[in-house]
């Protein structure tokens, strides 16, 4: 009995280790999945309900399939605008941002002069301090100028927020960048601005491109400081936010739908682009 009890519990525990095993080897996986999942539902249903062909002004019951909500992306009034001027700010704002940004994450790195430690707090504070703060300081500061609210001050706002993203995202960048390569190219007879144009701009190009892009991306998707300094000008987000008060039309899952695609296939085109830009140089 004893024999036989033995031989039962083998097998039983070898299939116990063995489950064990492979719960060890795949628990990283199955985590990374879900945690995918669980960031990727919401924009999964942003797509899928822009097909919607909903009964009333809400989006949110799915009640059949259709294109008309694409062919007829700007069939709610005022949206086309919405869109036009959220794409003008994020545009001007994010290659501002990102030339300031630029410039200053150069000055930072590979200059020394009085007041370094003040301005390098002075970046990283728009990243802590919250948006409904920044709104309201810039909501101040203009009307104790006398400033008429609207595209300008958008834009002003934008450009401000933005600037500490660029800075962080071309610092890093440069912290690791290697000072000998243009050392070399003025050893040969480059110039600053000739050892910039072509060693200096080429090598940190990725991080800039990735700054203009964070900065656009955060620009247009703004809501709370923009809330704050729009005047009467309406983006995108403040359109989204007024039409949920009284519907919510499949033409706004569209353009999110949109902006999430174009977005996704720019980061694709850059990740792409410095593959094959690395192969060719190895």
């Known amino acids: 009995m004893t024999s036989v009890a033995v031989e039962q519990r083998t097998p039983r525990r070898n299939t116990l280790a063995a489950a064990f095993a492979f719960v060890r080897r795949h628990v990283l996986t199955v985590y990374s999945l879900l945690f995918f999942a669980y960031l990727l539902l919401p924009i999964a249903v942003v797509v899928v309900f822009s097909f919607n062909h909903p009964a009333g002004k809400f989006n949110y019951v799915w009640q059949g399939f259709t294109w008309n909500n694409w062919l007829h992306w700007d069939g709610v009034p005022g949206i086309r605008s919405a869109i036009i001027l959220s794409l003008e700010i994020a545009l001007f704002a ?3 941002a990102t030339a300031l ?24 504070l728009p990243l802590s ?5 920044l709104g309201a300081s810039l909501l101040t500061l203009f009307l104790n100028l006398n400033v008429i609210f609207g595209f300008w001050t958008i834009l002003i706002a934008h450009i401000m927020f933005c600037i ?3 800075v962080v995202t071309v610092k890093a960048r440069l912290v690791g960048f290697d000072r000998h390569l243009e050392e070399a190219a003025m050893d040969l007879g480059a110039n600053e601005w000739t050892t910039f144009r072509k060693v200096t701009l080429p090598l940190i190009g ?34 989204v936010w007024g039409a949920a008060r009284i519907g919510a039309p499949p033409q706004v899952n569209v353009i999110g739908t949109a902006i999430f695609v174009i977005a996704l296939a720019a980061m694709l085109a850059n990740v792409l682009f410095q593959m094959r830009r690395a192969k060719g140089a190895s």
């Open 94 to 96: 994010s290659i501002v």
């Open 101 to 124: 940004g630029t410039a200053i994450a150069l000055a930072l790195v590979r200059y020394g002069f009085r007041g370094r430690g003040t301005t390098n707090i002075l970046i990283f």
């Open 129 to 133: 301090t919250p948006e409904i703060v």
């Open 164 to 166: 500490s993203f660029a």
């Open 206 to 239: 990725p991080a800039i491109l990735a700054a203009l892009l964070l900065c656009f991306a955060i620009s247009i998707d703004d809501f709370v400081v923009t809330y704050f300094n729009s005047g009467s000008k309406v983006t995108f987000p403040l359109f």
